[in-house]
């Protein structure tokens, strides 16, 4: 058996260990409880307790997808830049050999480098 093969045997036989035990100090919670408060009292505090462990999930998944889809994001971003400064620089000896484009590419590369240094940066609450 291949060692990633073994590996992955023994996390699923962790995985199901825990499970049964966290199954077991439920059931030892309830009874602790049904003891103190009732057994009906006892089973809508864990059923409680178990909607708000899901909504901690929740967010913290949507925090997750919100922090990777910026990130994804500003890839991208450094991905296009880089490109067009490649296109730029092909492009540079043709531009140079040739006085007109020369005469044309001046400003145009003026106003991209402009335009790249007052770009406005997006806020921080862009609600997504």
């Not at 058996?1 to 699923?12: E, G, Q």
């Not at 922090?67 to 991208?76: L, N």
């Amino acid at each position: 058996m291949s060692r990633a093969k073994r590996r992955a045997v023994f996390v699923a036989l962790i995985g199901i260990l825990l499970a049964i035990a966290g199954v077991f100090l439920l059931v030892a919670g309830y009874i602790a409880l049904a003891q103190h408060i009732g057994s009906l009292h006892a089973a809508l505090v864990l059923a409680g307790g178990a909607i708000v462990l899901a909504l901690l999930a929740y967010i913290a998944m949507k925090i997750s997808e919100t922090v990777a889809r910026k990130r994804q994001r500003e890839r991208s971003k450094v991905d296009t830049s880089t490109l067009l400064t490649v296109a730029a620089l092909a492009a540079a000896p043709t531009v140079l050999k040739s006085r007109g484009l020369l005469m044309l590419a001046v400003p145009v590369i003026a106003f991209a480098g402009l335009s790249l240094l007052t770009r406005k940066k997006p806020s921080s609450n862009d609600g997504g």
